[in-house]
């Protein structure tokens, strides 16, 4: 069967002001359904067309497939990314995932600093995480649709910082929109429900 546009975890306008319905009318329901879409058509008739997303990407990864690998990342990093946000999110962890937050980071308002320049000074287009490396959570950054699962590391979290992600809402203000992220829409659920997932 041919993959679908997975839905919105919430409403298109659940995150408004922050993020608006119209930016999720292109972001989730142009660029995300064109990955999705190239997907399908390149893994046609293949023997991908019967294995996991996952195992989509991480072939592709191997094979050095690029077509193939960054419509596959891209429809696994937007459907991570809209679950990395929630209507009324931010505020602080708790539990395991805050105190391990504090011991590499030092504090919340320090790990948020570090997130937020790891998406500012990500050039062009791409991704800023906070992912599980051996045991560590780590703040990475990666380009275009690369992500942490072909580098061993288990993502926790994730910002978007393509300019579609944005622009309609920010414009060039990539810092507002990371600062946004982090105070009003960062699902810390999700972050600590992978987090357990992976221990």
Known sequence: MPFELPELPYAKDALAPHI?????????????KAYVDNMNKLIDGTPHAEKSLEEIIQAAHTEANAGLFNNAAQVWNHTFFWNSMKPNGGGAPTGELADRINHAFG????????????????????WAWL?????????????????????????????????????????????????????????????????????
């Open 20 to 32: 608006s319905a119209t930016t999720f009318e292109f972001h989730h329901g142009k660029h995300h």
């Open 107 to 126: 504090s919340l308002d320090q790990f948020k600093e570090a997130f937020k320049q790891a998406g500012i000074t990500q050039f062009g287009s791409g």
């Open 131 to 199: 992912v599980l490396d051996h045991g560590d959570l780590k703040i990475t950054k990666t380009a275009n649709a690369d992500l942490p699962l072909v580098h061993g590391q288990t993502a926790l979290l994730t910002c978007d910082v393509w300019e579609h992600a944005y622009y309609l809402d920010f414009q060039n203000r990539r810092p507002d929109f990371l600062q946004t992220y982090l105070d009003h829409l960062v699902n810390w659920d999700f972050a600590a429900a992978n987090l357990a997932q992976a221990a």
